[in-house]
């Protein structure tokens, strides 16, 4: 701990060290996305435009938290039950009950709404993102902690739960349009240690490689480039369970790395 502090103070010192402070806190803070990694993710359909969550299944139970309409949360189904156990991290992990009637599972939603509901969350990340990426060449410290901060905030509650449904929403659809999008947010926020975007990105490319190539060629920046198809491998390794070093038994990773590594070659990247 007092190292961490100590370096955290020769952060704030040197500005030219706030992206391996930004770096460090979002690996801190990626074990509170643990809880959207399995289950279902939800949003609340409360004509009222919130609901609330009980600490037992019932109405008489403790209110415990409030869900908003803009709130993203995990929740898992309760056989013979009308209530849903919810789990939402809000700066601390909040774990409850809704009643069914009030709950709407993102991945059911019809895909007009999955993609407004995906744009305008990668959006708000692309924007919070480039806002960081500006106030990294300013000198007040203040407003690059905020900075950082708010864009942590919206990674643990909006862009890493939703990250979770766009590989299957885009190997449905097959809709260039989100998948543009995530590139745009991926080299927005590029100089982060979450590793959900590449999960994501990878997913995709197992799913549909020749969609997900079709639109990497369209990218003019040699250097977007080089981060999209870093992010796609890591993304391969995680998803066949392959270590740093690769797995030469392993035919459908070697597959997908030989494709990927022959685009990446046209580039000279």
């Known amino acids: 701990m007092n190292l961490l502090l100590r370096q955290k103070s020769i952060f704030i010192t040197h500005i030219r060290t706030f992206k391996a402070l930004y770096i460090l806190t ?16 939800g949003i609340i359909k409360d004509p009222d435009g919130f609901t609330l969550v009980r600490s037992g299944q019932g109405k ?12 993203i949360f995990d929740l ?8 849903a156990s919810v789990s939402i991290w809000k700066g601390k992990k909040i774990e409850g009950f809704v009643h069914k009637s009030s709950i709407q599972e993102v991945e059911k939603l019809d895909p007009k709404n999955q993609k407004l509901l995906i744009s305008k969350i990668l959006d708000k990340h692309r924007i919070l993102a480039g806002h960081f990426q500006k106030v990294m060449t300013e000198r007040d410290s203040l407003a690059i902690m905020a900075a950082i901060q708010e864009l942590e905030y919206h990674s643990d509650t909006k862009y890493d739960p939703i990250l979770s449904i766009i590989p299957k929403y ?10 543009d999008l995530l590139f745009a947010t991926i080299w927005a ?5 979450n590793e959900m975007p590449s999960f994501a990105i990878g997913s995709c490319f197992v799913c549909n490689p020749n969609l997900v190539i079709k639109q990497l060629t369209k990218i003019q920046n040699n250097e977007q480039k080089k981060i999209l198809f870093d992010n796609i491998e ?3 390794l995680n ?13 459908e990773f070697r597959k997908f790395k030989g494709l990927l590594d022959s685009e990446r070659n046209k580039f000279g990247l």
Do not use: M, Y
């Not at 008489?60 to 908003?68: C, I, K, R």
């Not at 898992?76 to 209530?83: E, K, L």
């Not at 885009?170 to 998948?179: A, G, N, P, Q």
């Open 234 to 236: 890591w993304g391969l």
């Open 60 to 71: 008489e139970f403790n209110v415990v938290d409030t869900l908003f309409a803009d709130d």
């Open 170 to 179: 885009v190997c449905i659809t097959k809709d260039t349009e989100i998948l």
């Open 76 to 83: 898992q189904f309760i056989n013979h039950s009308d209530w």
């Open 26 to 41: 979002i690996v801190t803070f990626f074990c509170s996305v643990a809880l959207f990694a399995e289950g279902i993710i």
């Open 189 to 193: 926020d590029r100089g982060s240690a």
């Open 239 to 251: 998803h066949f369970n392959i270590d740093n070093n690769g797995n030469p038994n392993n035919k």
